[in-house]
């Protein structure tokens, strides 16, 4: 199947720092991706859709400046934790699509910020 | 509204009995649906789809779901569990025709007792 990229795996940052997570589609194109959240022992919950060459589309509730979602081009979207803070270290997965062939998922990220 | 409903946060079985994960929804038009497994730490990885082909869908790991209209259910089973099959398993449903956004289930904990 299709391979999605995600990098880091883990990152642990200081509390007013930013943070670059970077989501990329190996061999394939994708238009859109999507960025997840998930708290442990919970589902993922989307953040944001992210689409090549136009603003990304947020959830209800995700603060757009201070998750800023780039997806420059077709293969990568990435995701930068502004000013990060203690609440929002949690697990952040990126997805693309193929058609109708499911989401292919990136290995995720863990984030926590000190 | 669309929605996916997992009964059961935990599920344990012995191993070699059969897994049962069971993942209802709700949609007032035809649906894509999903079983998707994730390890801790990880991201999610697809183990089957199903996308208004065959009703009986088989996947990777011994898996397969049945797509059940009437009783608008995508149940995943494995007839005899092994112990790489701990982990948390997600069902999720899409719609073609809504931005390929994905909606998922909160998730069910698969414990395999030696």
């Known amino acids: 199947g299709a391979v999605v990229s995600q990098h880091p795996s883990w990152v642990i940052c200081k509390s007013g720092t930013s943070v670059k997570i970077e989501c990329r589609s190996l061999d394939f194109q994708a238009t859109t991706m999507f960025w997840y959240r998930q708290f442990p022992k919970q589902s993922l919950m989307l953040m944001a859709t992210?689409?090549?060459?136009?603003?990304?589309?947020?959830e209800q509730g995700v603060e757009k400046d201070k998750f800023l979602i780039n997806h420059a081009s077709l293969t990568l979207s990435t995701l930068t934790v502004t000013s990060a803070h203690p609440e929002d270290s949690s697990f952040y997965i990126c997805?693309?699509?193929?058609?109708?062939?499911?989401?292919?998922f990136g290995q995720g990220t863990r984030l926590t910020v000190v | 509204a669309q929605s996916v409903t997992q009964l059961g946060s935990h599920v344990s079985v012995s191993e070699g009995a059969l897994v049962l994960l069971r993942c209802n929804y709700s949609?007032?038009?035809?649906?894509?649906l999903f079983w998707y497994v994730q390890y801790p730490n990880q991201g999610l990885q697809l183990l089957l789809k199903?996308?208004?082909?065959?009703?009986l869908v088989k996947g990777i790991n011994g898996f397969e779901a049945e797509f059940k209209k009437s009783e608008t259910s995508f149940h995943l089973t494995k007839p005899s569990a092994h112990m790489s099959d701990a982990a948390e398993y997600f069902c999720?449903?899409?719609?073609?025709?809504?931005?390929?956004?994905?909606?998922f289930g909160t998730g069910t904990s698969l414990t395999v007792i030696p």
């Open positions: 999720a449903v899409s719609f073609p025709n809504t931005g390929n956004q994905f909606y």
């Open positions: 949609s007032s038009v035809p649906p894509y």
């Open positions: 199903y996308t208004s082909a065959a009703t």
């Open positions: 997805s693309a699509r193929t058609g109708t062939s499911g989401a292919f």
């Open positions: 992210s689409n090549e060459g136009s603003k990304a589309t947020y």
